[in-house]
């Protein structure tokens, strides 16, 4: 008896090791998971930081009244105003060479900057103006600290001259670095410090109200119908079996597919928040019915039998009790599907979404580009000042993922019953 107690006490005292080894080793997991997942978004913050940040130079422009004389205010010489003024700030500069590198200070913005300063103050005119230009992406990046891992290896470094023009600069407090609002204001483009992501922004909300009013009703409405009024047979069973698999289809399937029959087919416009939000429909979809019907099948069967019991229908029941108590659930898989289908680029790239689009779409047949795509291109430019605006980008995204989920956890705790 003892001997047999003796054994039973050893096994159990091994069950509890192994017990307590499981639960360290969930931990650790845990950690690791975590660990990575800190490091990796400190990276991508740590690259993206510097496009938060915007470098500008202050110049005493002149503005002298023969600029102006015959010439509306719109079509002035103002590059070559601009360009008189960095040439004066700077008298030492004597060659074309240097000129030229002297030029490239600035951003190609400069002469615009200044044409809208001129046309709201044109009593300005006959003067002098100090004005603040922002900074081209190399000046930008020295400025900032990181302009030998932007150049290196394609691009050379910051000529000498340059650097000690900036230093000058510095020196006498003409430059600076200011929060980067262009960023979040500007359209794309293919000058590094110009870019912004506020089209692709609009583009990527478009598409995702379009990809919310098609895949949520119809998500819904079939998971009540194959959830609750659906007779078993063979073609339900092919049709739960084919929903399953489309949740698990990789998402290039669907671009194709929205190439296939919703431009070549029907004629829509390329590149669209209409087709983009279409094709992310189509994607969601799965993940919607999926969850829908769970969250039904989580209701008590007993809310059905009392509703009937009552004198209720079969379809007052669903839509009178069991619906709204699985709205919850369903809210919640909804935001999820609507997260992924936030980052998700090949379908885009498939339907034309890839495009250099500067100008903020202003309807859903608009030519648009989405956060994923815009991001996918910055990385694949070879500048580093446009790696920067993806690590940004980047960041940005992940906020919104974040937040998404957060919003379906909270929902979810908010209007969850519990039975």
Known sequence: MNKHFASSSKNLARRHRFEAFFKWFGRISIFFALGFLVLMLAIIANMGAGALKQTRIALDVPLPQEYFNGNSLENADYDGLVRSALWQRFPDVTSRSQKRQLNRLLSIE???????????????????????????????????????????????????????????????????????????????????ELAGIFSALVGTALSLVICLAISFPIGVLSAIYLEEFVTRSRWSDFIEINITNLAAVPSIVFGILGLTIFINGFGLPRSSPLVGGMVLALMTLPTIIIASRAALRSVPVSIRHAAIGLGATPVQTVFHHVTPLAMPAMLTGTIIGMARALGETAPLLMIGMVAFIVDVPDSILAPATALPVQI??????????????????IIVLVTFLIIMNLGAILLRQKFQKKF
């Open 110 to 192: 400069a002469p615009f900057t200044l044409r809208n300063y001129v046309v709201e103050n044109p009593g300005a005119i006959g003067g002098m103006a100090r004005l603040w230009f922002i900074a081209s992406d190399d000046v930008d990046l020295f400025f900032k600290g990181s302009i030998e891992q932007a150049l290196e290896g394609n691009a050379g470094r910051l000529p000498e001259e340059a650097v000690a023009w900036v230093n000058e600069l510095r020196a006498d407090q003409a430059i600076e670095t200011v929060f980067n609002f262009d960023f979040f204001t500007r359209g794309d483009s293919r000058e590094p």
């Open 376 to 393: 996918f291109l910055w990385a694949d430019s070879p500048q580093r000042a446009f790696l920067e605006k993806a690590s940004a980008a």
